[in-house]
């Protein structure tokens, strides 16, 4: 029997880069149509450090989704100096959802990362005891360690002894590629989750090359070989608990992204719930998407679900080829193509 009508809680975004300036306004009202919530990246230029500064960057995000509910979760982006003291202060805050862990050179504006957990320790002996939960990219750095293997390598070398010396820090292991990543979430505790995007879903590292060089399919970690993907697709037709929602949609500009050097980085919030919807429908998983999209994120996290719903409807569209992104266009995911689901309403109950 064929679905035409879904309707479930209204979804939030676990893992979303919103920029500044320009691009923010033009970005940021894809996702407040869609998401009641989303965890905003500290990876600015300079970086989201300090409360205070995650304060003025909340305001700049609210300015640009003026007159909807759209509820941004802050982020703080630590480094080899984030102190304990800011870690009390952003539980104090409130709206400080957690910490973000870059590996020092590991992607986009990483360079001011960790170099050295070790340098950490009391810090996350705070988060530890404030329950704030680490958010890791989880990748070794290193230009020994092969690109395809950096997610397993960090694992090995950096998750495992992290887990062992905090084992009820909250992490969340993102945007993961790896049946190695999947299988070590699976095997951990209630305390360690993970997020999974839409491109590592659909996708494996063929995309890259398909008919040619194609940079809109780059973004870190890279696409890995088909047996990953599909180690994350038997997650999400599982239905566990332990894996939600982050699109880690990240904009760059076109001619940043068609480059003789280009950016790493899939914008997907222009059609995001709408994709999980086609991917979860192709699985025969539409009975998985709820909890996946709208439960098991903020049961991590401690926070209520949201009451509004989302209805969508088996209503064909055309993504576009480009959007405009302040001055300059940006080329979405699956540009041109068509998406069978449409985004129809959204409702109080
Ligand atoms: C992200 C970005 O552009 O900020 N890029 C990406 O490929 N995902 C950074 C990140 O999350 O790694
Ligand atoms: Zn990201």
């Avoid at 958010?135 to 397993?152: C, P, Y």
């Avoid at 909250?170 to 995007?197: C, L, P, R």
């Avoid at 566990?240 to 899939?266: Q, V």
């Amino acid at each position: 029997m064929s679905t035409n009508s879904i309707t479930i809680t209204q979804p939030d975004d676990w893992h979303l880069h919103l920029r500044d300036g320009e691009a923010l306004k033009a970005v940021a009202p894809f996702t407040a149509k869609q998401f009641a919530r989303a965890i905003i990246m500290p990876n600015l230029n300079p970086p989201v450090t300090t409360v205070i500064r995650a304060v003025e960057y909340l305001d700049e995000i609210l300015a640009a989704v003026d007159g909807s509910d759209f509820e941004p979760l802050m982020t703080l982006y630590l480094t080899d100096n984030t102190s304990p003291q800011e870690i009390i202060a952003a539980r104090k805050s409130c709206f400080i959802k957690a910490l973000k862990l870059y590996p020092a050179g590991a992607t986009t504006n990483s360079d001011a990362g960790v170099s050295d957990l070790k340098k950490c320790t009391k810090t996350l002996e705070e988060m530890q005891k404030s329950a704030l939960p680490l958010l890791i990219h989880g990748e070794a750095t290193g230009s020994q360690v092969d690109i395809f293997d950096r997610e397993k390598v960090f694992i090995d070398k950096t998750l495992i002894p992290l887990t062992q010396q905090f084992p009820d820090l909250k992490i969340v292991f993102e945007h993961i590629t790896t049946k190695d990543a999947a299988d070590f979430v699976q095997q951990s505790g209630n305390n360690i989750a993970a997020t999974i995007t839409p491109q590592h879903l659909l996708f494996n590292r063929n995309a890259l090359f398909q008919g040619g060089l194609n940079p809109h399919h780059y973004c870190l970690p890279v696409l890995k070989r088909n047996s990953h993907q599909q180690a994350l697709l038997n997650i999400i037709r599982s239905g566990s608990h332990k894996f939600f929602l982050g699109t880690d949609s990240a904009p760059h500009a076109r001619h940043k992204k068609e480059s003789a050097c280009g950016c790493a980085g899939i914008f997907s919030a222009h059609a995001a719930i709408e994709i999980y919807t086609s991917i979860f429908e192709q699985q025969n998983a539409l009975d998985k998407l709820e909890a996946f999209a709208s439960f098991n994120g903020p049961d991590f996290y401690g926070l209520p679900r949201n009451s509004k719903t989302v209805t969508l409807i088996k209503k064909s569209w055309q993504i576009p080829d480009e959007y405009d992104l302040g001055p300059d266009k940006i080329v979405p995911f699956l540009a041109g193509q068509t998406i069978n689901w449409s985004l129809a309403s959204t409702n109080d109950t």
